[in-house]
T-cell receptor
Framework: EAQVTQNPRYLITVTGKKLTVTCSQNMNHEYMSWYRQDPGLGLRQIYYSMNVEATDKGDVPEGYKVSRKEKRNFPLILESPSPNQTSLYFC?????????????FGEGSRLTVL | GQNIDQPTEMTATEGAIVQINCTYQTSGFNGLFWYQQHAGEAPTFLSYNVLDGLEEKGRFSSFLSRSKGYSYLLLKELQMKDSASYLCAVRIPSYNAGNNRKLIWGLGTSLAVNP
């Protein structure tokens, strides 16, 4: 089954404790992206990647890091989480060229930083 | 600047038809998407329009007028399971040549379908 898998789905952590949210897709998509979704602000892009070893900042990259060492994986790293990073996070992937470019989203990771 | 406007909330009755509008002002246009998002879940793709006109897909149809910067999503024969948020997103050209998937997202329209 074609899917994007994120882990963990739910996480409560404390300020400053490094954490990683994993994302994996099995559709051989070149393009992957991280979004956060907050009430009243909608979906905002954090980072994106066009292919292996090719990543770039989205609209709200501060406080986050990413890596793309393999095509299928695109982890999101919070080196020192702060309460303003409490949010619902989505990983998404799509074809880079061809097709409509529709995004396939993971189920989401709800993060609370105390 | 980039801007997408959608109504915040709408209510409709089971079995009825509802139209959700989306207007946009963006620096360029490479296509418009509609996604459905149930509460607490991931957005799922509904439709894509890049040329003017109506695209029909079962109970859902999407219309685009590029000259007016306007789209709508039409949902027919509403069912309770259609209660969700509907997100409009416009793909725009990016000065960063690598990011040909730059999307501008609306805040979504929360649709409540009542029995």
């Amino acid at each position: 089954e074609a899917q994007v898998t994120q882990n963990p789905r739910y996480l409560i952590t404390v300020t400053g404790k490094k954490l990683t949210v994993t994302c994996s897709q099995n559709m051989n998509h070149e393009y992957m992206s991280w979004y956060r979704q907050d009430p009243g602000l909608g979906l905002r892009q954090i980072y994106y990647s066009m292919n292996v070893e090719a990543t770039d900042k989205g609209d709200v990259p501060e406080g986050y890091k990413v890596s793309r060492k393999e095509k299928r994986n695109f982890p999101l790293i919070l080196e020192s989480p702060s309460p303003n990073q409490t949010s619902l996070y989505f990983c998404a992937s799509s074809l880079y060229r061809g097709g409509t470019g529709e995004l396939f989203f993971g189920e989401g990771s709800r993060l609370t930083v105390l | 600047g980039q801007n997408i406007d959608q109504p915040t909330e709408m209510t409709a009755t089971e079995g009825a038809i509802v139209q959700i509008n989306c207007t946009y002002q963006t620096s360029g246009f490479n296509g418009l998407f509609w996604y459905q998002q149930h509460a607490g879940e991931a957005p799922t793709f509904l439709s894509y329009n890049v040329l003017d006109g109506l695209e029909e897909k079962g109970r859902f149809s999407s219309f685009l007028s590029r000259s007016k910067g306007y789209s709508y999503l039409l949902l027919k024969e509403l069912q309770m399971k259609d209660s969700a948020s509907y997100l409009c997103a416009v793909r725009i050209p990016s000065y960063n040549a690598g990011n040909n998937r730059k999307l501008i997202w609306g805040l979504g329209t929360s649709l409540a379908v009542n029995p």
